[in-house]
């Protein structure tokens, strides 16, 4: 089986970093595909809690290659801090390669990305801010500087040169802010230069052979489809080329589609968002408030692992669940977090919406819609009951299991596993991910 998927079914934030930890052991390589800093993935395993940004959630196993490719843009700065990070913690990293083809994110990205969040007043994105969006954005405008720059000395001094005093033009004149110093960059960037060189390397052609070989790769998707600048809610998204779906993995890593033998989508039991735009099933009282904060005591409460803000809550989205397991043919589903749902009375899963006094069970292709659809949920008595020690469906009380067959009737997709905490083993293995 050459190539899985492991995609974001929601607005990010669905636990994917767990679910590629757990699912890697069985593949060869593990490559991220897109974004940049602005995603964040949690892991727990035997040697503490990590939060990366940055290098795949596989870079635990030292025995496999664990890839950023192309696909995706790269805050240097975080990048070195993140390996530091991991070294500090006796992880070992020679296992780590990055694509010479990926796109930098440089000092007038995340200057831009404040300063244009700032002009848009009210109609701010709620952005990350880490320049993720503005380096893809220049990318696609070919005014982006890659890695491969970045280690020929002569060409990022022209480059940077060339880009810097269009940037400083618009900073200063457009924005009436600051200029960039060339030398502190030009000093700054050298540096990162020598150090991420040992790790650099055509990623592409790795996967590629890898594929022809018949290995299984890992593809590690980030933040969710609906933050796909296509089929995500449009504005409120991410700049990311390619797609934030299951389909972008073949263009992020350099595969044709046909390698593509599996895509699982990861879901929260609930719904959550950071940042501004349509959720129909926010619950802004008491029970998103409890949503956010069940798991307070253990460090698992929802705030941004990026930003650190707190993210809406709110019931799990049957209609937009249904959608994005079609947009990215999803084969089977991760379901993360059940354990959060225990104590509520009662539970909800959304599976219609009204809009415009009409009833639709798919989503409205605008934000203004979607901003006005109002929920009909299936409501669903609750349990009481700890779930974070079982290990198979049976284990877990009967309004659990519902639960979980609701979800699975309201995506038509296949649950293969179901997660009740943060940590590896805590887990319900239904059928293997990867089969
Ligand atoms: P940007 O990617 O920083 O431009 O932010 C655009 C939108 O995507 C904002 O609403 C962010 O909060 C959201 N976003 C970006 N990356 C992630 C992620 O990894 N998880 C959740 N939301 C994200």
């Known amino acids: ?26 593949c060869s390589i593990i490559a991220r595909y897109s974004a940049g800093t602005n995603a964040g993935h949690t892991i727990v395993n035997d040697l503490g809690k990590f939060s990366l940004h940055l290098i795949p959630a596989g870079i635990f196993y030292s025995e496999k290659k664990c890839l950023i490719t192309h696909g995706v843009v790269i805050d240097p700065f975080k990048l070195l801090e993140e390996i530091s990070m991991l070294q500090d913690r006796s992880v070992d990293i020679s296992n780590l390669i990055i694509s010479n083809r990926a796109h930098l994110i ?36 070919r005014n982006g500087i890659r890695v491969a720059d970045l280690l020929n000395k002569k060409r990022f001094t ?72 296509d089929s995500g809610t449009y504005p409120y998204v991410t700049s990311a080329v390619p797609a934030s779906i299951a389909a972008g993995a073949c263009i992020g890593v350099g595969i044709g589609p046909k390698s593509i033998k599996k895509v699982v989508g990861v879901f929260k039991s609930y719904q959550t968002r950071v940042g501004e735009g349509p959720m129909p099933t926010e619950l802004k009282g008491e029970t998103g408030d409890k ?26 989205d049957g209609v937009l669940a249904k959608y994005t397991a079609k947009l990215n043919g999803m084969d089977a589903i991760a379901l993360t977090r059940l354990d959060t749902l225990s104590g509520f009375e009662e539970i909800k899963v959304c599976t219609s919406y009204n809009v415009n006094g009409k009833t639709v069970d798919t989503p409205p292709g605008t934000f203004e819609e979607l901003n006005i659809a109002i929920p009909n949920y299936e409501t669903f008595p609750g349990w009481k009951e700890d779930v974070s020690e079982a290990r198979q469906l049976s284990d877990l009380p009967n309004n659990a299991r519902n639960f979980v067959k609701k979800i699975q009737s309201v995506t038509t997709t296949p649950i293969g596993m179901v997660s009740v905490g943060p940590k590896r083993e805590q887990a319900i293995i239904i059928k293997q991910l990867l089969d």
């Open 1 to 26: 089986m050459p190539a899985v998927v492991i995609i974001g079914g929601q607005w990010g934030d669905e636990g994917k970093g767990r679910v590629v930890d757990y699912a890697a052991k069985n």
């Open 106 to 141: 440089m000092p007038w990205h995340k200057i831009i990305d404040e300063l244009e969040e700032k002009r848009r007043g009210k109609n701010a994105i709620g952005t990350t801010k880490t320049g993720t969006s503005p380096a893809f954005i220049d990318k696609v405008a």
């Open 158 to 229: 022209e480059k940077l040169n060339l880009i810097l005093k269009d940037k400083n033009e618009l900073i200063t004149k457009f924005f009436g802010s600051e200029p960039l110093a060339y030398n502190e960059i030009l000093n700054e960037y050298s540096d990162y230069a020598t150090k991420l060189a040992p790790y650099v390397s055509d990623t592409m052609s790795i996967v590629q052979k890898a594929d022809e070989n018949g290995e299984t790769i890992l593809l590690e998707g980030a933040q969710g489809a609906l933050l796909d600048i």
């Open 291 to 316: 949503l956010r904060n069940q798991g307070l005591e253990d460090g698992t409460a929802e705030y941004g692992t990026t930003t650190g803000r707190p993210r809406r809550c709110g019931w799990f």
